[in-house]
C-alpha cells in the first residue's frame, strides 16, 4: 500500500526546487503503516520504508527503468529508432529537447535520502549498529549516484568542459525538505564542487558498508559503492581513483563470468555479474507495454520464438554496431558471445530487425525484468582505461585480455598495438560491446569529449552530432528556471 505523507501545499522546494503541483509526491514512498512525517522518521520502520521508497523512485520510467538505458542508447550510436510505436525517434535524432527528463525524480530520490540521514541518528529504537550502517550506507550511496546521474545528464564532465557554454554543474542540497518553511531556490555549483560531495559520500558509504556483515545486490552494499567510486573517478578524469577503487570492487564477492556462462546470466533471474541490481518483482511494478526496457528493445516474448509478439522493438542495434561486434569469427561463427543476445525480433509490429535481447522478462512475466545498474565488468574495463591514462599499458593490457577471453575472443598482444591510442580504442570498444544497451555509450562518448557519429538508417545522411552542440547537455525543466531565478538554464536553450 502506498500512501502520501503531505507536507508541502505550495512553493519550491529546495534542491528539487520542484513546483507545489509535484511537491505532495515529494514523500510518497511505501511506507508499512500510516502515518505522518514525523513518527514515520522517528521509528526503524519508517526509515527502512522512506529508503525503499527511493529504490522505487529509480524504478522510475524517468531513471533506470527505461530512460538512463534507452534514451541514452537513442542519443548515442550503438541504435537506431524503427518507429513502430513512435517512441524514442526524436531522441535518436537528437532533437532539441527530446532527451533525459530525469531532474525532479531525481531530486525527489535525493531528499528522501536526505531525511533519512538526518534523522537516522536520532532513531532511539535504531540499535542495531550493524543495521544502522546498512541504512546511512545505503543513503550516502543512493545520493552519491543520484547526484553523479544528474551530472552527467545535465553539466559538462571534468576536464571535457566548454567555456563558453558551460553553465556549471547542479544545485546541491544535504538536508530534507519537511515543510514550506525550508525551501530554498540553491543556484548550480560548480562542476569540481558537485563531484566533490559525489566523493564525499561514496567515502562516507563504504565507511558504513564495511561496518555491516550483510550484502545484498538489490540494495546499496560496500561493492557497489565502491564499483562507484570508480566510475565516478573515471568521469573525474582522476585515473589513479578509478584504478584504486576498480581494484577493491574486484575484490568483493560478485566475479566475473566466463564465455560459457554469460549468455545464460541474461537469462537468470538475477544476473550473477551484477553488483547493484534493481529489482522488479511483483507485477505493480510492470513499467507495461508502452515503456519498458523490453519493449523499447524487442518485439519477442521468448528467445528464439518468433511466433508470438510482445513489444515494439522501438530501438535496435545499427547495422555497423553489430557487423563489428561479429567481425571477429571462428569456423562455427561469430566468436564473440555478446553477439548471441541479438537476434531477429518478430514481424508482428511489421519489419523485423536485429534485436536486443538483454532485458526478456527474466522474471517470467513480460516487460517486468530486473535492471543491472552496475555489473562487475565495469571494474576492468575502468581499470584498463585509467592504467592505460596513466602509462600503465601492461597493466590495461592485462585486464583488456581478461575482458577479450571472459567473452569468446583471443587475447592480444602488446605488438598488436602499435600505433598511437590503438590499445585505447580497443578498450572503448569492448566497453562499447560489454555495455550496448545498458545506457552506458552515450555517457562515455560525452565524458571523452567525443562527438556522436552515426547514420539514421532510414536516410542517408549522417546525423552526426559534434561534441560542441548544444544538445550535448539536457535542457533543465522550463518551470524549474522560471521559478528558481538563481539558476541558469543550460546554454542554447
Known sequence: MRISLKM????????????????????DVAPRSNGDLATSLNTVEGLDATLNGIYDRLQSTNLYGRDLLAVSEALADNAWATNKSGRLNAENRNVAQNT???????????????????????????TDTNRRNSIIGQGYFLRALLYHDLVRVYAYDPGVEIAAQNRDGIPLVLTGVADQTQLAFPARAPIADVYKQIYSDLQAAITAFSRTSTSNVAYGNLQAARLLFS????????????????????????????????????????????????????????????????????????????????????????????????SETTTAGPADV??????????????????????????????????????????YLNRAEANFMLGNTADALADLNT???????????????????????????????????????????????????????????????????????????????????????????
Open 338 to 379: 555478446r553477439s548471441a543476445l541479438y537476434e531477429l525480433g518478430t514481424a508482428g509490429r511489421g519489419t523485423a530487425y536485429q534485436e536486443c535481447t538483454k532485458f526478456l522478462g527474466k522474471n517470467g512475466t513480460i516487460n517486468l525484468d530486473n535492471v543491472p545498474i552496475m555489473r562487475i565488468p565495469e571494474a
Open 100 to 126: 533525459f527528463v530525469s531532474w525532479a525524480t531525481a531530486y525527489f530520490g535525493i531528499n528522501q535520502v536526505n531525511l533519512v540521514l538526518d534523522a537516522t541518528p536520532k532513531v532511539a529504537a535504531l
Open 8 to 27: 508541502l501545499t505550495g512553493g519550491l522546494l529546495a534542491g528539487g526546487l520542484f513546483l507545489a503541483s509535484c511537491s505532495k509526491e515529494l514523500l
Open 231 to 326: 566510475r565516478v573517478a573515471l568521469y573525474n578524469k582522476d585515473y589513479a581513483n578509478a584504478v584504486k577503487y576498480a581494484t577493491d570492487a574486484i575484490g568483493g564477492s560478485v566475479k566475473l563470468t566466463n564465455a560459457t556462462a554469460y549468455v545464460a546470466g541474461w537469462r537468470a533471474p538475477r544476473h550473477p555479474e551484477s553488483v547493484f541490481e534493481l529489482q522488479f518483482a511483483v507485477v505493480s511494478e510492470n513499467i507495461g507495454v508502452n515503456t519498458s526496457l523490453q519493449t523499447s528493445y524487442t518485439t519477442l516474448v521468448r528467445v528464439g520464438d518468433r511466433t508470438a509478439t510482445g513489444g515494439f522493438g522501438d530501438l535496435v542495434p545499427t547495422t555497423p554496431f553489430l557487423t563489428d561486434l561479429r
Open 403 to 493: 575482458m577479450r577471453t571472459n567473452r569468446g575472443l583471443v587475447a592480444r598482444t602488446a605488438a598488436d598495438f602499435t600505433a598511437t591510442g590503438s590499445m585505447l580504442n580497443e578498450i572503448l570498444r569492448q566497453r562499447r560491446f560489454e555495455y550496448a544497451f545498458e545506457g552506458h555509450r552515450w555517457f562515455d562518448l560525452k565524458r571523452r569529449g567525443q562527438d556522436v557519429i552515426k547514420t539514421i538508417p532510414l536516410t542517408t545522411t549522417p546525423n552526426n552530432l559534434p561534441y560542441n552542440d548544444f544538445r550535448i547537455l539536457a535542457n533543465l525543466p522550463v518551470n524549474e528556471v522560471s521559478t528558481n531565478k538563481n539558476i541558469k538554464q543550460n546554454f542554447g536553450y
